[in-house]
């Protein structure tokens, strides 16, 4: 296994950079057959990993961007890394004129629903204003390739079930609207440029790498299926479940679960779809039908074997009573197919995490 690249000054980061010779082997088909360098920020979160881990076994050449806000070095299985911010704009171009990547893919951006009603400014900047730095330096480097991490928020409150790329983008929250705006810069951008792009939207992603080498780590846990775990193992006194009367079968939201190599397939056959030729597109990331969540606290507490107190309490404003993904087109132009579309697999890889990541998250709060 390759290990991650020590955080050396950005002197020596540049020298290191273009002092080494860039190969790699691919187990892509076509034209996209000659990829092989692959720059990735926000590489070191928690969906990034997933997708570098997998990059990586594919024998590709790596490089993850990621100023390690929320993201975590020993999480780098394969490639390099540089601690950087895309806000760094000098450091960022040096990179890429280095790196001479083939293509890049973005996950780098702030994520937390509720911190952005809070914080709408730092979203903006983050999510909107860095991507534009990004897209300005791929622009200048001769960069084509795109894959953007985009987010089912974009849909906000949808009118129709499963929902479909073609529904109306009305993000109710300062987060889904950072993200469209992004979504709006790329596509203005494929019109002015040799430019393309894929955004993948992704709904509920869940669960950790089988082998439990890496999976969540955030300092606070906002998703549903961690939060439970966290609950089981006593890290949390109860769980709490907002809104039990929904227009759904047992009152609680429903909500699309996928499972985070599932969606580190998705990016590399998005990838190769794109190095094919083929148009820029948007596209759903998720299984296609849904668990409510009495459902996941069932499978949960099944996994575990620990019957954790639960809070039944009122429902959050803006809470949709179920969202679940079309991905027809995915499937379609990709042809992806799902491996682990089992809530119970899902919520296992993650229980087997989290029991592993006690004393990681000692090294967590010392990094904060």
């Known amino acids: ?20 010779k860039v190969t790699g082997k691919t187990k892509f088909s076509g034209s996209s057959a000659k990829l092989s360098r692959i720059f990735i920020t926000g590489g ?17 050449e790596l490089l993850v961007y990621d100023n390690l806000s929320t993201g975590h070095e020993w999480a780098v299985l394969y490639g390099r890394l540089v601690k950087g911010d895309l806000a760094d704009t000098t450091l960022l171009n040096n990179v890429l004129s280095a790196f001479r990547p083939d293509a890049v893919i973005h996950f780098a951006a702030s994520i937390q ?10 979203y903006y900047a983050n999510n909107v204003v860095n991507t534009v730095n990004l897209l300005e330096a791929m622009i200048r480097h001769g960069i ?3 894959i953007y991490s985009s987010t089912a928020a974009v849909y906000g409150i949808p009118g129709t079930i499963p929902v479909s790329e073609t529904a109306p983008l009305c993000p109710i929250n300062p987060y889904g609207a950072s993200k469209v705006m992004v979504e709006g810069i790329l596509r203005d951008l494929a ?10 939207r992704y709904f509920n992603v869940a669960g950790a790498d089988p082998k439990s080498r890496i999976g969540q780590a955030y300092a ?3 998703h549903l299926i961690t939060r439970a775990l966290k609950t089981a193992r006593g890290e949390y006194e109860k769980l709490s479940i907002y809104g039990t009367d929904y227009s759904t079968p ?43 969540v009495r459902e996941v606290v069932a499978a949960a507490k099944r996994v575990t074997g620990i019957n954790f107190p639960v809070l039944e309490t009122d429902r959050r404003a803006g809470d949709t009573p179920a969202l679940t993904a079309d991905s027809a087109r995915l499937r379609q132009k990709t042809g992806w197919s799902p491996h682990h579309d089992d809530l119970d697999f899902i919520i296992r890889t993650a229980w087997e995490w989290e029991k592993k990541l006690s004393p990681i998250a000692i090294n967590i709060n010392k990094e904060r």
Do not use: W
Request: proline share 2%.
């Open 144 to 146: 084509r390739n795109l």
């Open 250 to 292: 047992d009152g609680t939201c429903i909500r699309d679960y996928i499972h985070v190599d599932d969606l580190a397939d998705a990016h590399v056959l998005a990838l190769e779809y794109l190095m094919d030729g083929n148009d820029s597109d948007v596209m759903n990331c998720g299984y296609g039908h849904g668990f409510s």
């Open 44 to 60: 070191a979160g928690y969906i990034g990993s997933h997708v570098v881990k997998t990059l990586g076994e594919a024998g590709h």
């Open 220 to 222: 606070e846990a906002t």
């Open 113 to 122: 629903v509720e911190e952005s009603i809070r914080e709408p400014l730092n």
């Open 191 to 200: 019109k002015a440029r040799p430019f393309n792009y894929i955004a993948l």
């Open 1 to 20: 296994m390759q290990r991650s690249l020590r955080l050396f000054s950005k002197a020596e980061r540049i020298m290191d950079l273009k002092s080494k």
